[in-house]
């Protein structure tokens, strides 16, 4: 049997800086010497860890992928891996969010390279949008129009991940809060004015928000909030609370509903958010995809199924 490869994806985007040689030096460290063969790559552009992940799950040999940087580049490498039986991805983060392994019992693990090496697997759900994946929450509406513009604000001297969600928040707030939409859930319609569409397969977002903690990584189902027209007024508690994970102390306000597809219909074209990456569009639609995603961690931790 051939040793397992190991392929580390590093994006120089990811975070405040560029961290391609710290990196490097920690991977060499560890990986120089053993007997499994490695490799580092580094992408150019917005796409390239697509390409890269592709790349080496084609090879057709076992092989692991280390997405190095935040969870934007962790699903740019989940939407080149999915569906290749013998690839499996991790997180070794680098980015200002790291949302993602929030999951997990201990998201600190995920920063040993060590322990990374030492790993367990699981196969997680994954949610398909057009022609595109994410592993963790998707959202539209004022969440969406805040989260796709967090990365104008982390660049920011001295804000991190939970700062710059909360100047989005704010800007977001002053333009407007709830717009109309059209919602099918399953076989369940919903009408009227919306403030945000959360749509999860994982638990963790914008830096520190919990809002579904019940959701699981592999029930095979996607946990919906709908929070309906609030007022300015009112929009900080409402926000507060669903950030914690407390929607249901907002019954007349929050909806939540487990199902296997959603679609949106906005009247006009409006951002979306996939994992923190923005895409576009008028109609949107949700689904549990086809393809699953094998993920490994750090011996010994729990993840929340």
Same mark, same amino acid.
């Given at each position: 049997?051939?040793?397992?490869?190991?392929?580390?994806?590093?994006?120089?985007?990811?975070?405040?800086?560029?961290?391609?040689?710290?990196?490097?030096?920690?991977i060499r460290a560890e990986l120089e010497?053993?007997?499994?063969?490695?490799?580092?790559?580094?992408?150019?552009?917005?796409?390239?860890?697509?390409?890269? /992940? *592709?790349?080496?799950? !084609?090879?057709?040999?076992?092989? @692991?992928?280390?997405?190095? =940087? #935040?969870? $934007?580049?962790?699903?740019?490498?989940?939407?080149?891996?999915?569906?290749?039986?013998?690839?499996?991805?991790?997180?070794?983060?680098?980015?200002?969010?790291?949302?993602?392994?929030?999951?997990?019992?201990?998201?600190?693990?995920?920063?040993?390279?060590?322990?990374?090496?030492?790993?367990?697997?699981?196969?997680?759900?994954?949610?398909?949008?057009?022609?595109?994946?994410?592993?963790?929450?998707?959202?539209?509406?004022?969440? /969406? *129009?805040?989260?796709? !513009?967090?990365?104008?604000?982390? @660049?920011?001297?001295?804000? =991190? #991940?939970? $700062?710059?969600?909360?100047?989005?928040?704010?800007v977001n707030i002053i333009r407007g809060?709830?717009?109309?939409?059209?919602?099918?859930?399953?076989?369940?319609?919903?009408?009227?004015?919306?403030?945000?569409?959360?749509?999860?397969?994982?638990?963790?977002?914008?830096?520190?928000?919990?809002?579904?903690?019940?959701?699981?990584?592999?029930?095979?189902?996607?946990?919906?909030?709908?929070?309906?027209?609030v007022s300015r007024l009112i929009v900080?508690?409402?926000?507060?609370?669903?950030?914690?994970? @407390?929607?249901?102390?907002?019954?007349?306000?929050?909806?939540?509903?487990?199902?296997?597809?959603?679609?949106?219909?906005?009247?006009?074209?409006?951002?979306?958010?996939?994992?923190?990456?923005?895409?576009?569009?008028?109609?949107?639609?949700?689904?549990?995809?086809?393809?699953?995603?094998?993920?490994?961690?750090?011996?010994?931790?729990?993840?929340?199924?």
């Amino acid at each position: 049997m051939s040793p397992v490869r190991h392929v580390f994806i590093i994006n120089p985007a990811a975070g405040k800086r560029d961290r391609t040689e710290e990196y490097s030096a920690k991977i060499r460290a560890e990986l120089e010497g053993r007997a499994e063969p490695f490799e580092i790559c580094v992408s150019a552009q917005k796409g390239d860890c697509t390409r890269l /992940a *592709r790349k080496a799950a !084609e090879q057709g040999d076992e092989v @692991r992928i280390y997405a190095c =940087g #935040g969870d $934007g580049t962790l699903n740019e490498v989940v939407n080149g891996a999915a569906g290749y039986a013998n690839a499996a991805i991790t997180c070794f983060p680098g980015g200002s969010g790291n949302d993602f392994v929030k999951c997990f019992s201990e998201p600190e693990a995920f920063r040993s390279l060590e322990r990374l090496l030492d790993a367990e697997t699981a196969e997680f759900d994954l949610i398909r949008c057009g022609d595109r994946l994410a592993i963790n929450i998707c959202s539209i509406g004022l969440d /969406a *129009r805040i989260g796709t !513009e967090v990365s104008t604000y982390k @660049r920011l001297p001295f804000v =991190g #991940g939970t $700062g710059a969600y909360i100047l989005s928040t704010i800007v977001n707030i002053i333009r407007g809060i709830h717009r109309p939409y059209r919602v099918q859930l399953d076989d369940e319609a919903f009408e009227g004015r919306k403030s945000l569409i959360c749509v999860a397969n994982g638990r963790h977002y914008g830096g520190g928000f919990h809002p579904v903690p019940g959701a699981s990584l592999d029930d095979g189902l996607l946990d919906v909030l709908l929070v309906t027209k609030v007022s300015r007024l009112i929009v900080p508690i409402v926000i507060g609370k669903y950030a914690a994970g @407390r929607y249901a102390e907002l019954p007349k306000l929050v909806t939540f509903r487990r199902c296997k597809n959603v679609k949106i219909t906005c009247e006009t074209e409006e951002p979306v958010n996939l994992d923190g990456e923005e895409v576009r569009g008028t109609e949107v639609s949700f689904s549990v995809a086809e393809e699953k995603i094998r993920f490994f961690y750090p011996r010994g931790l729990i993840y929340e199924a």
